[in-house]
């Protein structure tokens, strides 16, 4: 195989590792961002003289926020791009969750949480696009499994680590530190990729599916309707 092509084909499964990686920490963020809600609850009544029934209905307006960004991303990923609505709504995150952590006020909180709930919208709506295109049928259950499995574990984290800081007294917004982090990594991730939406990055992907049929074909002889038969029904590429 040429040398051109293979540093193009390690090149495309370098993006192809780091947009799988945002789109799996969307759902950690996601998790991240709901589920303190128990362990801040109290702690948030406490702050601003409120009931605990009053200070759980604040997070409504999360809820609320991820229904717009899910409505938003039905319009805007055309015209603007996955990468852009990613970075877009990466910006919008650390700005609610920072002003969560720094601005301890409950006129602007709802501001905050509908922020926050709109960048999981968009950030979870540009995950499952992309899973969906980079990801061949067979593989593509495996990793909506590993979303599930980030989501999952960041509930268990971020709920300790709340915990945690709150029980040392800490102010209950601190805990959304692990998400203002998991915020970032998505940031830097995204200004390093290139997205499905990309021309030049759908053709890079083509050229590597191309160069691993072609790899493939090389090293296994050709069986009629067998699997590595790109006729085949059971053949995915994987690129």
Known sequence: M??????????????????????????????????????????????????IGEAAALFSYLTTGLLIGSIIALFSFVPLGLRTNIIAAC?????????????????????FFTAAGVSCGLLMSAATVVITW?????????????????????????????????????????????????????FILALASKYPADVSAKAEIDVAITIEKTAGKSRTPRRPNGPTDPGSEEYSPLY
Request: proline share 3%; net charge positive; charged share 10%.
């Open 134 to 186: 980079c990801y061949a049928e067979k593989h593509r259950a495996q990793m909506l499994l590993v979303t599930d499995s980030f989501y999952s574990s960041a509930g268990v984290v971020t709920g300790l680590f709340a915990g945690y800081v709150i029980g040392k007294g800490a102010y209950w917004g601190t805990s959304y530190l692990l998400a203002i982090g998991a915020t970032a990594l998505i």
């Open 91 to 111: 910006m919008l995150m650390l700005a609610a969750l920072i002003g969560i952590w720094k601005v301890p006020t409950l006129t602007l909180l709802p501001a």
């Open 2 to 51: 040429p040398e051109r092509l293979l540093m193009l084909f390690d090149t495309t499964l370098r993006n192809k590792i780091q947009i799988s990686l945002t789109s799996f920490l969307a759902y950690f963020l996601m998790s991240a961002v709901i589920s303190q809600m128990g362990v801040v609850t109290g702690p948030m009544a406490k702050e601003f003289s409120i009931g």
